[in-house]
């Protein structure tokens, strides 16, 4: 794994260049541009907060903020995985004429998405303060959380990437499995409102831990769950490995199957 960082560091220029067109691409010939990075996330807050506060009737107090809290964190991973499905089919004509570490391809949409994660925090932290909910000490693990999660995010896009190119449906496929492991995943309710007959299901969700550190931290003012976390981080190293090992294999025949 050393050896494969060491090289993507020798392109870290290649890399640098794929997430600022990413970036630009991503809402060329928009008038709103990148605001675009903000304004989806309020959008969809707008919708979720009418139908879980006032319809579903969701009884948390600054619901608002809570859920703004689980949706930009989404948007990270389902963007991500999305996005990189087709990465390397996008980029084809590289990959036939040049020689570089394929893996750049699906880590420039991961640390793109990462980008937009963090400039929506612009937007997250005025909805904290107006609806008055206080932060502390817990926000210091911020960057701790943000890593795990993008280790966690990148193994998986690794794996979807190179899968993809052997199987086109796949890229279809996900955007189904993203839509379920949403509603799997505690954004728009809180675990305590999950159904010990059906809590096991949400128990095993390594996202679940993310999310809700995520909470933590902004929403709750508290440390979260050390011992959650360090797991969900060996995790994601051990699948961030076997994602490099699939990755690789799967790497060798791309130039022949796009």
């Given at each position: 794994?050393?050896?494969?960082?060491?090289?993507?560091?020798?392109?870290?220029?290649?890399l640098e260049s794929l997430v600022l067109t990413d970036l630009r691409t991503r809402y060329k010939?928009?008038?709103?541009?990148?605001?675009?990075?903000?304004?989806?996330?309020?959008?969809?807050?707008?919708?979720?907060?009418?139908?879980f506060k006032y319809i579903v009737r969701v009884d948390i107090e600054n619901y608002t903020s809570y859920l703004f809290v689980g949706l930009i964190s989404w948007f990270l991973i389902n963007q991500a995985i999305t996005s990189s499905a087709g990465v390397v089919i996008r980029n084809a004509g590289l990959v036939k004429k040049i020689y570089f570490p394929k893996e750049?391809?699906?880590l420039s949409v991961v640390l793109g998405g990462v980008v937009n994660y963090v400039f929506s925090l612009l937007v997250l932290f005025p909805i904290l303060f107006?609806?008055?909910?206080?932060?502390?000490?817990?926000?210091?693990?911020?960057?701790?959380?943000?890593i795990i999660y993008f280790v966690f995010t990148l193994a998986l896009?690794?794996?979807?990437?190179?899968l993809?190119?052997?199987?086109?449906?796949?890229?279809?496929?996900l955007g189904i499995l993203m839509m379920v492991w949403f509603y799997l995943?505690?954004?728009?309710?809180?675990?305590?409102?999950?159904?010990?007959?059906?809590?096991f299901i949400f128990l095993y969700n390594p996202l679940r831990v993310i999310i809700e550190s995520f909470h933590d931290i902004f929403f709750y003012n508290k440390f979260p769950d050390s011992t959650e976390l360090t797991v969900v981080a060996i995790l994601s190293v051990a699948m961030l490995y076997f994602g490099l090992l699939i990755f690789k294999h799967l790497s060798r025949?791309?130039?022949?199957?796009?």
């Amino acid at each position: 794994m050393m050896k494969k960082i060491k090289e993507i560091y020798q392109y870290r220029q290649m890399l640098e260049s794929l997430v600022l067109t990413d970036l630009r691409t991503r809402y060329k010939g928009s008038f709103l541009g990148f605001f675009w990075t903000l304004i989806n996330p309020l959008l969809m807050l707008v919708v979720y907060s009418i139908v879980f506060k006032y319809i579903v009737r969701v009884d948390i107090e600054n619901y608002t903020s809570y859920l703004f809290v689980g949706l930009i964190s989404w948007f990270l991973i389902n963007q991500a995985i999305t996005s990189s499905a087709g990465v390397v089919i996008r980029n084809a004509g590289l990959v036939k004429k040049i020689y570089f570490p394929k893996e750049i391809l699906p880590l420039s949409v991961v640390l793109g998405g990462v980008v937009n994660y963090v400039f929506s925090l612009l937007v997250l932290f005025p909805i904290l303060f107006f609806s008055k909910i206080q932060l502390g000490w817990p926000l210091l693990l911020f960057p701790v959380i943000l890593i795990i999660y993008f280790v966690f995010t990148l193994a998986l896009t690794l794996i979807f990437s190179s899968l993809n190119v052997y199987f086109r449906d796949l890229e279809h496929v996900l955007g189904i499995l993203m839509m379920v492991w949403f509603y799997l995943t505690p954004i728009v309710f809180t675990t305590s409102m999950i159904p010990k007959e059906i809590n096991f299901i949400f128990l095993y969700n390594p996202l679940r831990v993310i999310i809700e550190s995520f909470h933590d931290i902004f929403f709750y003012n508290k440390f979260p769950d050390s011992t959650e976390l360090t797991v969900v981080a060996i995790l994601s190293v051990a699948m961030l490995y076997f994602g490099l090992l699939i990755f690789k294999h799967l790497s060798r025949r791309f130039a022949e199957e796009i």
